[in-house]
T-cell receptor, first 111, second 118 residues
């Protein structure tokens, strides 16, 4: 199971672009990279998933370099409501597909 | 948009009592999960369930825990004899895919049940 490393916390201001980078040096060939968001007292919510290069949806973009040893979640023009914990997850332990959450990055968006 | 629901939102129980946490997964999903999150700590996997049997469980999921899908819609987590350290937020999740390649799926989480053991 690939270990992930991401910053413990980040601060930003409303309207700014936020980039959160996750390191996963021992990612396996078949592993996908997935990001979840969690607001206080709520369950995690899927944001985006990718395998390589760039993926974009209505919420975020995910940039994955060719070696796939890291990934960057990009949130354009954040608002106060984007204040949450963001988790980078890689692959799954086995065919049971359990999710292994790390500590995540606590993003604080200030006015 | 379909969603996972959980009841109750908050359960208070005394140590040694049995509790049942209930979940209604998204209707066409085939894989079901329970996770827990102790206050201020990481989300931890407990168990996954597919085709009416446990497909994977963590070390946390000991003999005090059991899961059941009693009918076509509910998915329950039972704790037989609660301990103080079982106090946590319990999240149910479901997904419509569970196979390889690993991680290429999305799990939908419910809002959680806050369990307080006194």
């Amino acid at each position: 199971l690939a270990k992930t490393t991401q910053p413990i916390s980040m601060d930003s201001y409303e309207g700014q672009e936020v980039n959160i980078t996750c390191s996963h040096n021992n990612i396996a060939t078949n592993d996908y990279i997935t990001w979840y968001q969690q607001f206080p007292s709520q369950g995690p919510r899927f944001i985006i998933q990718g395998y390589k290069t760039k993926v974009t949806n209505e919420v975020a973009s995910l940039f994955i370099p060719a070696d796939r040893k890291s990934s960057t979640l990009s949130l354009p023009r954040v608002s106060l409501s984007d204040t949450a914990v963001y988790y980078c997850l890689v692959g799954a332990d086995n065919a049971g597909n359990m999710l292994t959450f790390g500590g995540g990055t606590r993003l604080m968006v200030k006015p | 948009e379909p969603e996972v629901t959980q009841t109750p939102s908050h359960q208070v129980t005394q140590m040694g009592q049995e509790v049942i946490l209930r979940c209604v997964p998204i209707s066409n999903h085939l894989y079901f999960y329970w996770y827990r999150q102790i206050l201020g700590q990481k989300v931890e996997f407990l168990v996954s369930f597919y085709n009416n049997e446990i497909s994977e469980k963590s070390e946390i999921f000991d003999d005090q825990f059991s899961v059941e899908r009693p009918d076509g819609s509910n998915f329950t987590l039972k704790i037989r004899s609660t301990k103080l350290e079982d106090s946590a937020m319990y999240f149910c999740a479901s997904s419509d895919e569970g196979g390889l390649p690993r991680g290429s799926y999305e799990q939908y989480f419910g809002p959680g049940t806050r369990l307080t053991v006194t």
